[in-house]
């Protein structure tokens, strides 16, 4: 992968959500058809997941990823770039805390009672946030 990326994709969950918001295009489980959204990155151990709020209804990208793992994950802020990729759907209840707890800390360092706002729960995490390991095909 190429240095630029490798250091975008370093900046840890430590950084500004700007720097890991990303656009990812899936192509619908039905029509085929590309679709892309907005969405935030997190690294955990060394490994890139997409994440995002809990909600009891699966998201529409996560069920996309489940029939079709190929997606293109767009960098776009401070490096662009459009970037070939596999996700796997994270479904092990066990493997799911493991990774959130990483993330739900790290959302709560940003958004939390600090500013005004509610504070995740890993429990609700766990049971309703889509949850996807990356993989980046050769070649980037």
Same mark, same amino acid.
């Given at each position: /992968?190429?240095?630029? %990326?490798?250091?975008?994709?370093? *900046?840890?969950?430590?950084? @500004? /959500? ?8 899936? !192509? ?21 997941? %997409? ?9 529409? =990208?996560? %069920? ?6 190929? !997606?293109?994950?767009? !960098? *776009? +802020? ?5 970037? #070939? ?15 959130? *707890? ?6 709560? &360092? +940003? +958004?939390? #009672? &600090?500013? +005004?706002? #509610?504070? &995740?729960?890993? @429990?609700? =995490? ?6 996807? *390991?990356? &993989?980046? %095909?050769?070649?980037?």
């Amino acid at each position: /992968m190429r240095e630029d %990326l490798l250091v975008a994709l370093s *900046k840890g969950n430590s950084s @500004d /959500m700007a720097e890991r918001t990303i656009d990812i295009t899936t !192509f619908g489980r039905r029509s085929g058809q590309p679709r892309r959204i907005e969405i935030c990155f997190y690294r955990v151990d060394e490994t890139t997941y %997409l994440s995002g709020i809990p909600r009891p209804r699966p998201r529409d =990208w996560l %069920l996309n990823l489940a029939d079709n793992p190929e !997606f293109i994950f767009h !960098f *776009k +802020h401070g490096v662009i770039a459009d970037v #070939p990729a596999v996700a796997t759907v994270i479904t092990d209840a066990e493997e799911r805390r493991r990774v959130l *707890k990483n993330i739900v800390d790290e959302f709560n &360092a +940003h +958004h939390g #009672p &600090a500013n +005004h706002q #509610p504070s &995740a729960v890993l @429990d609700e =995490w766990v049971q309703y946030s889509p949850l996807a *390991k990356v &993989a980046f %095909l050769e070649n980037s």
